[in-house]
């Protein structure tokens, strides 16, 4: 092990293109994940900062804000079934929306996508409702306490009163406001979405403490006859694109770790060839097999924590740029799973060539 | 020549390996370019392949036709504006489709039959010409959408007959259906009862002859306060996500094709050194260095030939296993011009071997020891 150390410190340009080929497999791993957790993120951002266990559509919506609708009378039943502790309406309008400045002028000529969310029941994320023509603001969207968010064509204006962060939906920043104020800029920005008084796209239920949600979903749709209700994680799978996305993500990275492997066994297959007789050596001055191939590994895992690091460092050094352009998220679990499954993946590629070093004859040394 | 494919034929594990290496990145090249196509034409083929010149957003929409919303007033004024030969209302509307008993995700359009606004892309059957006809996206065909077959619009329970079958024609990715105008209206205020009224998604406009698309759009927004006009391809372009999916892909793309060249750099660099020693005995018994180099370039061509096979291989069956949300089109054409440039980063990435195999000097051989050089 040490001597496979040795070789690292003395002869770093050996192990250079094929560090560099996994440090470029690196890159595009973490590329690949931050841009699925930033798509995810961006997504569901709103559905995770609940603290409701459950959330009720319409049974024809298929789990779609946009397409559901729920009326006062199933809410108030929602709220009456065994288990249920609390029961609030949520509706999702998105529009465009200005941050005014002090003179009350858009402070960009750029119309910002907000989803502007009208709720009941606060939020792990979000206290609750504000009062009418006032919002909590999503800190992606960039605007402060006591700015003004003005929404919609009609410019209803709305005052920032608390920033709230991971909360946006469809990848755009919440605007989380009072079911009136909701009412209002439906009424004003989206005329064709208009509800009735007291209508929402969806309901979200907290179920009493002790009681399975699970359970409870079942006594809703039953009692209702005319809801599918979900529980949070559910719901987030069930987003547009959520499923789709991980799916092929998931083949795009899998083949990718493939790859990793096949390149760490590439290169310790030609360097193990390559250093035959010097195994021959090593083995006939005593050395055991385990050991020599203990060596191999080291080398493996330095080189592919090398180039875990490089890789890194390089899209931490572009993240800010790539955060403009698209939706990346690195989070550090994403950075440690990539880490880890580099390391493992070379380790089992290096391994292919133990059978070779096992294979060497200590008496080929002598002729 | 002979030499270097006996080599392959006695290497067997690491030319296996180096050529399962190029194949997987040339799958992964291949399967985000054919997911890259399917997705920016299953998400904005509607858009595409309509017949309007330029279409009209309401400005606050950030060119979403989902997030647009115009009212008659503004398709009025919109076909007042000098170069401009017709407008009309087009609507567009997220949905939850009943076919085949299944319900899925879906986009319905409604357009101004005779109108700018209209599918141009039918391959079956004919377009709508009343409330309930409606014309279908054909890859959706086998799911329900086929000629003949009813589609419940939910919610509001509206039943339409596909009569028409458009290509490559999907919104959202998901089924699409077109309208008349008056059936979307029907369809419409069948989902939202509470609405004032039904009104238009976009403004779809013919230009006059000789005009320039470009320019009109500008006279739109210009002459139209609240609006926001773009050419048709503008608008593919311009819908939110296309520009960020295509630099991600391009970036994803970009780093695959880097890894091919590294990997074929690596591999035949270290054989390259590895070899030599016989190389200049080689040289030194005659053999001429044009031979060498077309057995070097024989063994990258062979690698990436059954990388090539392999990775169009794995792509033909990933298209299968990647569900019926995003139908995979493979077009030859474009495999082909992958597989070009993957022809070509293997070129390139040769060259380090290639330099170093034009440094062996065959009087190397007689400096061996082992053949009695005095090394």
């Known amino acids: 092990m040490k001597l496979g150390l040795l070789e690292l410190r003395r002869r770093p340009g050996q192990f250079g293109v094929a560090g560099g080929a996994l440090a470029f497999l690196t890159l595009l791993l973490i590329f690949l994940g931050g841009l699925l957790d930033g798509l995810i993120g961006g997504s569901t951002g709103l559905l995770r900062a609940q603290s409701a266990e459950l959330i009720v559509y319409s049974d024809d919506a298929r789990a779609s804000l946009v397409r559901s609708r729920l009326d006062p009378a199933t809410i108030a039943a929602i709220g009456d079934v065994e288990g249920v502790s609390a029961v609030g309406g949520l509706g999702v309008a998105q529009v465009g929306a200005r941050v005014l400045d002090a003179d009350g002028q858009p402070r960009t000529d750029e119309v910002e996508s907000v989803a502007v969310v009208g709720y009941e029941l606060s939020a792990t994320e979000v206290p609750d409702p504000p009062p009418v023509g006032e919002a909590y603001v999503d800190s992606s969207l960039g605007a402060s306490v006591g700015d003004v968010v003005a929404i919609g064509p009609e410019q209803l204006e709305v005052e920032v009163v608390g920033a709230v962060d991971d909360t946006s939906y469809l990848l755009q920043p919440g605007v989380w406001v009072s079911p009136e104020t909701y009412e209002q800029v439906l009424a004003a920005a989206r005329p064709d979405l208009a509800m009735a008084p007291g209508v929402f796209q969806a309901a979200l239920v907290r179920t009493a403490d002790g009681v399975d949600p699970d359970v409870v979903a079942a006594r809703v749709d039953d009692a209702t006859g005319s809801t599918s209700t979900l529980t949070i994680d559910d719901a987030i799978a069930a987003l547009p694109g959520v499923e789709d996305q991980e799916g092929t993500f998931g083949i795009v990275i899998g083949a990718t770790f493939v790859v990793v492997g096949v390149v760490a066994a590439l290169f310790f297959a030609l360097i193990t060839i390559e250093r035959t007789g010097l195994y021959g050596v090593l083995k006939a001055l005593g050395s055991s097999n385990l050991g020599v191939v203990a060596s191999l590994v080291t080398q493996a895992v330095v080189v592919a924590l090398v180039a875990f690091a490089l890789g890194l460092g390089a899209i931490l050094a572009a993240s800010g740029v790539l955060a403009g352009a698209v939706p990346f998220d690195l989070s550090l679990e994403r950075a440690v799973s990539t880490g880890v499954g580099l390391v493992i993946m070379s380790v089992v590629g290096s391994l292919l060539s133990a059978r070779r070093v096992w294979r060497v004859d200590p008496a080929s040394v002598i002729g | ?375």
């Open chain 2, 1 to 375: 020549m002979r030499l270097s494919l006996r080599e392959i034929r006695r290497a067997k594990l690491r030319f296996g390996l180096l050529g399962g290496a190029v194949g997987l990145l040339v799958f992964l090249i291949l399967f985000q370019q054919v997911l890259l196509g399917s997705l920016l034409e299953s998400f904005t083929g509607a858009l595409e392949r309509q017949s309007a010149d330029v279409v009209v957003y309401s400005e606050d929409a950030r060119r979403s036709v989902a997030g647009s919303i115009l009212s008659p007033e503004v398709v009025e004024a919109v076909g007042a504006v000098p170069g401009v030969a017709a407008a009309a209302p087009l609507g567009e509307r997220t949905t939850t489709l009943s076919a085949n008993g299944e319900l899925v995700d879906g986009s319905v359009f409604g357009f101004v039959p005779g109108g700018p606004g209209e599918p141009t892309a039918l391959v079956e059957g004919r377009l709508p010409a009343s409330p309930g006809e409606a014309a279908a996206s054909r890859e959706d065909a086998a799911d329900g959408f086929g000629l003949g077959a009813t589609v419940t619009v939910e919610p509001g329970g509206a039943e339409v007959t596909v009569v028409g079958l458009t290509d490559r024609s999907r919104f959202s990715v998901s089924p699409t259906l077109w309208l008349t105008w008056e059936g979307y209206v029907e369809v419409v205020e069948a989902a939202e009862p509470d609405a004032p009224m039904v009104f238009p998604s976009l403004v779809a406009v013919a230009t006059e002859a000789g005009e320039e698309p470009a320019a009109v759009a500008v006279d739109i927004s210009a002459a139209v306060e609240g609006t926001d006009a773009l050419t048709r391809s503008d608008a593919v372009a311009e819908t939110p996500g296309v520009a960020e999916v295509r630099t991600s892909f391009l970036l994803i793309l970009s780093l695959a094709y880097v890894v091919v060249g590294l990997v074929l750099a690596f591999f035949f660099l270290i054989l390259t050194v590895q070899k030599s020693a016989a190389l200049s005995l080689l040289r030194a018994v005659g053999i001429p260095m044009r031979e060498l180099v077309t057995g070097l370039y024989l063994q990258v061509a062979l690698v990436v030939g059954i990388g090539a096979v392999i990775g169009t291989g794995l792509v033909l069956l990933a298209a299968q296993g990647v569900g019926d949300a995003l139908p995979l089109s493979i077009e030859p054409l474009e495999v082909a011009a992958t597989l070009g440039l993957v022809v070509a980063v293997a070129g390139v990435g040769s060259l380090l071997a290639l330099r170093r195999l034009l440094q062996v000097d065959p009087t190397d051989a007689v400096a061996r020891p082992s053949l009695g050089g005095l090394a």
